[in-house]
C-alpha cells in the first residue's frame, strides 16, 4: 500500500475534494436564505431583511473565495495523477466540466462582488436580481459538477472511439441522466440543510448572549423552518430515489452499505452493527425489518442480493469504512430532522428563545451537517469501487503511470499545511463578522454598535 501510486492518488483528491465541498455545500445553502430576505425586503422595507442579507452576503462572500481558492488543485489532478482517466473519459466529463467554468462558475463569481459590496450602490430591484443570478449560478455549477460524477456512477450517452476512448454519443441523454437528476436533488437539499443550520446556529449564538435579539429570532425561525423541511426531503422522497438507483445499478454496493452477504426477502436496514468481512457477516446486529427491501424496492417482501451473490472482484474494496459511512449519514440525517422539529415546536409555542438548552444543542449542531454530507460522499464513492468509470474502467487502470508514490505524498502533506491555514484564516474572518453582527446601513451602524454593546 505504502508504494501503490492509486491509493495516494485517492488519498489526496478524496482530502482535497472533502475539504473543497465543505465552502461550496454551504453556500449552495446560503444562497436561497439571500434571495428570500432581498425578497422580504424589496416588498416590505423591512430593515431587519436587508440586514439579514447585508450580514450573510458578506458569508457568502467570504466562503466563496475559500471555494474557489480550494477547488482549483483538483483541476490539475485530473491530468498529474490520473491521466488514465482523463485520457478515457475527457471527452465525455470535459464537456460539463467546461460547462461548469464557462458558465455557472463565471455568472456566480461575476455577481459575487456585487452581492457583498454592492449594496449601497444598487437599487432594490437590482439587489435581488443580483441575488438571483448568484442563486442560479452557484445552483447550476452543482448540476455540472453532479452531471460529471453521475457519469462515472451510471455512464449513458457515451460511445467508444476507434482508439477505445470515449466520447459524447447523446448530449441530452448524458446530461440528463436519471442519476444526475436523482443525486442533484438529493444533493442541493443536503446543501439547504447546512445552510439551515448554520443559519439558525447563528441565531442560537445571538439568542444565548441577549445581543441582535430581532436577528437571532429572524435566524432560528427561517433556519428551523427551512431546516427541517429539507432535512424531511434529504430522508424522503430524494433519499428514497438515490437508494433505488444504488439499488439498480449497483447493487453490490447496496449490499455492502448494510453489511449483507447473504441474499434474501424482507431484508432489514441494520442500525447498529459491526461488518465482519473475514467471516462474512454482521456482528452484534439490530435491524429493522424489510426496511431495506422496501427502500431497493418499494416492497417490504422484495428480494435483496447479498454480497456473496457476485464475484468477490466486484465488491466495493473498504466495505466497513463504506458500512460506516452511510450509517453515519443516516443516522445524523435522521437526528437533524429530530432537532428542527423540536426548534419548531418551540417556535410555534413561542417559547424557543427562552429554551437555552435547545439553543445550546441547535448552535452545537453546525457542523454535523458538513459531516454527514461528507460522510454522503464517502458512501457514493466507496460504493462505486473498484470502477472509476463504473461497469467501464477500474480505478487502478485510471492513475498516472509515471507519477512516483513519494510525489502524491509529498504534495498531499503540502495540501494539508496549505489548507490548515486556509481553514484557520476562513474561521478567524468569520468569526470575527458574527461577533461584530449584522448592522444597518450608513448611520445606523453606530446604533446597532451601542444596542449590541448593552446587550452583551
Known sequence: MVDDVAFWSRVQFGFTISYHYLFPQLTMGLAPFLVWWTWRALRTGDERYRMAARFWG????????????????????????????????????????????????????????????????????????????????SWLSGYFILVTNAF??????????????????????????????VMYAHNMTAAVVTGAFVVAAV????????????QARLYLGGGSAVGLIAAVVVAFPTGDWQAKQVAHHQEPALAAMEGRFGSGTAAGITIIGQPDVEHRRIDNAISLPGALSYLATGSFHGEIHGLLAFPAEQWPTNIELLYYAFHIMVGLGTLFIAVMGLAML????????????????????????FIA???GWMTAELGRQPWLVYGLQRTVDG????????????????????????????????????????????AGMHAAGAEGSAHG
Open 203 to 214: 441565531g442560537a449564538f445571538y439568542a444565548l448572549r441577549g445581543v441582535f435579539t430581532e
Open 373 to 375: 454530507a461528507t460522510a
Open 152 to 181: 462515472m456512477q451510471h455512464p449513458v450517452g457515451y460511445a467508444a472511439a476507434a482508439d477505445g476512448t470515449l466520447a459524447v454519443a447523446d448530449f441530452a441523454t448524458y446530461l440528463l441522466n436519471p442519476w444526475a437528476l
Open 399 to 442: 492513475r498516472s503511470p509515471l507519477v512516483h508514490p513519494g510525489s502524491v505524498v509529498f504534495t498531499l502533506l503540502g495540501f494539508a499545511g496549505l489548507y490548515l491555514v486556509l481553514g484557520v484564516l476562513y474561521l478567524v474572518l468569520v468569526g470575527r463578522a458574527v461577533l461584530r453582527g449584522p448592522r444597518p446601513a450608513d
Open 346 to 369: 418551540q417556535q410555534l409555542r413561542g417559547r424557543l428563545l427562552a429554551s437555552r438548552r435547545l439553543l445550546w444543542t441547535i448552535m452545537l449542531s453546525a457542523p454535523f451537517p
Open 58 to 137: 458578506v458569508i457568502f462572500g467570504l466562503t466563496f473565495v475559500v471555494g474557489v481558492v480550494t477547488g482549483i488543485p483538483m483541476e490539475f489532478q485530473f491530468g498529474t495523477n490520473w491521466s488514465g482517466f482523463s485520457t478515457y473519459a475527457g471527452g465525455v466529463i470535459g464537456q460539463t466540466l467546461a460547462m461548469e467554468g464557462m458558465f455557472a462558475f463565471f455568472l456566480e463569481s461575476a455577481f459575487v462582488g456585487a452581492l457583498v459590496f454592492g449594496g449601497q450602490r444598487l437599487g432594490p430591484r437590482a439587489q435581488l436580481a443580483v441575488a438571483v443570478l448568484v442563486l442560479l449560478g
